[in-house]
């Protein structure tokens, strides 16, 4: 087989959604031909916001891994001086009202460690991607983020080596929704667009997991670069994770999996559920899976309007069966511009689940295209709370006669084995 490097952060036993797009490509990568070598970072030194270590299980025995070790000083002096064992993610959404120590390692981290505070790994990382790169015989590497700060050693390796190399980019970078949550100064803020714009420009392909986002990074290319270096493929699902016996749901629960941030406005889901009677309310349960934002929690517990369950996070497989004991399936997308750059992996196991999607946010969203071009669900913008209403009332009737699934159109196209299909593609032709 042909042989690829993958130098990716995240990797078991680190959890989230940002593990599961390369644990599945190299799942399936060898069916294609080609035998994946990953290189990532040694658990005892990495900074995991999440761990599941259910996602062990999703590796072949087969499957080549190194490890190298990373400097891990700003996590350590974060947890001695705020006493926290939980790490900020995504946009420090697990941190709600920051006090003024906690703003002070934000102002640290969008000033002094750029492109982010996980770039400690960079340099043990390339002194072992070079000796893998070396015995193997490898001619692509493909390095995914964020961290950001990882493209760098795909950037130094093209460089020295003269590899091709593919930059795959989970998220946004400089137009990423967090930005403003993290203090930087303008000359902060150019330099990082100065290491995004090197990274762009001299990787010899761009991947993207939406169209918008695909279109903001090729706006950033210089002159004379052709856009098609830079294309979109999504996340998707994994058709195995939906193996177990049929659930039916035992209540009209509307389900929420992933982080629920302070910004993700669902006041017009209140609004929404006045529509129903007083029996009707009983009926219903709306559940939280993962991290949930207090003042959203404490917003809908004060109108008193349904029941309210909070579950922390959970393994994956334990997660895609929640999925399945529910009746119907929330996504919230933040009416910002910079959070419609991004399409939430969790829409793709909502498809797979069948069950209806209630989606609120931006209608032009890629989320909101995907949910239209597939009739897994509707999405509605904070004026709809009438129609959205209308939806859930069509819902919960069909739900008390028996009918739950869904039917969506075309997402063989989202499933992760077609995906590698299309990524061999891009590494074949890249390596020839």
């Known amino acids: 087989m042909d042989k690829v490097l993958i130098i990716t952060y995240y990797w078991t036993p680190s959890g989230g959604a940002g593990v599961q797009r390369w644990l599945k490509f190299v799942k399936?990568?060898?069916?294609?031909?080609?035998?994946?070598?990953?290189?990532?970072v040694d658990p005892e030194f990495a900074s995991y916001p999440q761990r599941d270590v259910s996602l062990l299980n999703e590796i072949s025995p087969d499957c080549k891994i190194e490890y190298s070790k990373s400097a891990t000083g700003i996590f350590t002096a974060y947890k001695k001086v705020t006493r926290k064992d939980e790490l900020p993610y995504g946009g420090f959404v697990n941190e709600s009202n920051p006090g003024f120590i906690q703003k002070i390692f934000r102002f640290a981290r969008g000033n002094f460690f750029l492109p982010d505070?996980?770039?400690?790994?960079?340099?043990?990382?390339?002194?072992?991607a070079v000796?893998?790169?070396?015995?193997?015989?490898?001619d692509v590497v493909v390095t995914s983020s964020p961290p950001h700060s990882t493209q760098l050693i795909g950037r130094k390796l093209k460089k020295n080596l003269g590899i091709r190399w593919i930059a795959d980019l989970r998220d946004p970078w400089t137009d990423i929704y967090y930005s403003d949550k993290i203090f930087q100064t303008l000359p902060a803020r150019w330099i990082n667009r100065q290491i995004e714009s090197l990274v762009l420009n001299d990787a010899d392909r761009v991947i993207a997991t939406c169209n918008t986002?695909?279109?903001?990074?090729?706006?950033?290319?210089?002159?004379?670069?052709?856009?098609e270096k830079v294309i979109t493929i999504t996340n998707g699902f994994d058709t195995d994770d939906f193996g177990f016996e049929k659930i039916t749901p035992e209540r009209f629960t509307i389900t929420y999996l992933g982080t629920l941030a302070g910004n993700y406005d669902i006041e017009i889901l209140v609004k929404a559920l006045d529509r129903f009677d007083a029996v009707e309310k009983k009926e219903i349960t709306l559940l939280f899976i993962g991290k949930t934002d207090d003042s959203v929690i404490a917003g809908l517990r004060e109108e008193g309007k349904v029941s309210t369950e909070l579950i922390p996070y959970v393994d994956h497989r334990k997660a895609m069966e929640f999925l399945a004991r529910s009746a119907v399936l929330l996504l919230v997308i933040p009416s910002d511009r910079k959070t419609n750059e991004m399409i939430p992996g969790k829409l793709f196991e909502y498809l797979a689940s069948k069950r209806p999607v209630v989606a609120i946010g931006p209608k032009g969203s890629d989320a909101g295209i995907i949910l239209r071009e597939t009739g897994a669900g509707k999405i509605f913008d904070k004026n709809e709370v009438n129609d959205l209403g209308d939806y859930l009332l069509e819902l919960h009737r069909n739900f008390r006669k028996g009918l739950?699934?869904?039917?969506?159109?075309?997402?063989d196209q989202y499933s992760r084995k077609n995906l590698t299909a299309k990524y061999a593609g891009i590494i074949n032709a890249d390596g020839n």
Request: glycine residues 8%; aromatic residues 12%.
């Open 404 to 411: 739950f699934e869904t039917d969506p159109k075309g997402i």
């Open 28 to 40: 399936y990568l060898p069916q294609f031909g080609i035998e994946p070598i990953i290189l990532t």
């Open 117 to 128: 505070a996980r770039k400690g790994w960079n340099r043990y990382a390339f002194k072992a």
């Open 131 to 138: 000796k893998i790169i070396e015995n193997n015989h490898i």
């Open 213 to 227: 986002t695909r279109d903001v990074f090729r706006s950033k290319l210089s002159r004379g670069q052709s856009a």
